[in-house]
């Protein structure tokens, strides 16, 4: 807010920014989301795991310019009965599972996908989701806060179709955390969506809630454990000082390319080609694309002028963010040559099940890691009623 640097000499740190897939064209979290801690974790040496499992909700919002496009119509109207609607007024969803639009949320946000790139959506690119059938009061009594919303962008979804497309909206990935939201870096802990490992390759509607709950607690009484053995160590300012002036460099040079054009084009590779459906092929382009950024954001300039609430500066520091865990997600994708979970590749369709499961683990300058996965059982006290 006020353009300042604030340098705070923390003995413990928790990173719990809250994820947000914003790196994305249509997205449900909130555009000041951008994976900061994830982001921040990783350059500081932690180890990232489970990158490429990237969650779309089926059905997010089109509202065009509004700052609620992309927000989640939740499940519960697929649930009640409502029906997805391509652009030549087909309902499609059989065509991909037998359960049609009570599909898991991988499935029905893939299959919307398929329908939008076969040129079947509608011509804002996306498609329908119809509750009308389901009676107006029915609707407006048991999902009042989802048609006050529509209605708030001019939609009426107790009466007619309302666009949808599918929305990037959590990732399973994040750092690698023990039990007790411990990373591998002392000092450092993670929980909620900074975290991995929760979820697995795919999450259920509502145990995002819950895992904040859970790990945020474990993490508030673990760290202040641990900071009662710990004492505050010396600030290394030639450190602090070299970072301050990476952050203001872009300041000191001449104009060039718009910040919000390389943001644009961030999120239309991420979206056609490290989205929801991915290939060996489209993975190279959005590689390609993100080196492309990458050195093109190193010649950025910046408007003069004061740099309290300057948005040019938050975008470039987001974007900074964006293309680290951009090139873990790619990267990860590229790696897993399997169909898992909210993982989809065309070219290998299929779970790699004859194979042991694995987690891709990634840190800073070192190479991809698969780690097996160890199942374990959990054992309950005998005096315990089950």
Known sequence: RCGEF???????????????????????????????????????????MDMEMVQFHPTGLLAGNSMISGTVLEEGLRGAGAYLINGKGERYMHRYDPREERATRDVVSRSSFMEIMAGRGTPEGGIYLDASHLGAEFVMKNFRGMSLRCKDVGYDLPNAPVIVSPTAHFIMGGLRIEPDCRTDLEGLFAAGEDAAGVHGANRLGGNGVAESTVFGGIAGDVIADYLAGQHSKPVQESQIRKMIESILEPFERKPSVSIYSLRDRCKQSMWENAGLVRNEDSLQKAADDMNEIREQLSTISLTQGGRAFHLEWMEYLSILNYLDVCDVIIRSAQTRKESRGSHFRSDFPDKENNQPLYNICCSMNQKLQLSPVLMTRMKTDASESV
């Open 6 to 48: 604030i340098v705070v000499q923390a003995r413990a740190v928790l990173l719990a920014t809250g994820g947000g897939p914003t790196m994305y064209k249509i997205t449900a979290p909130c555009q000041d989301k951008t994976c900061d801690g994830i982001a921040m974790g990783f350059r500081a040496g932690a180890t990232l």
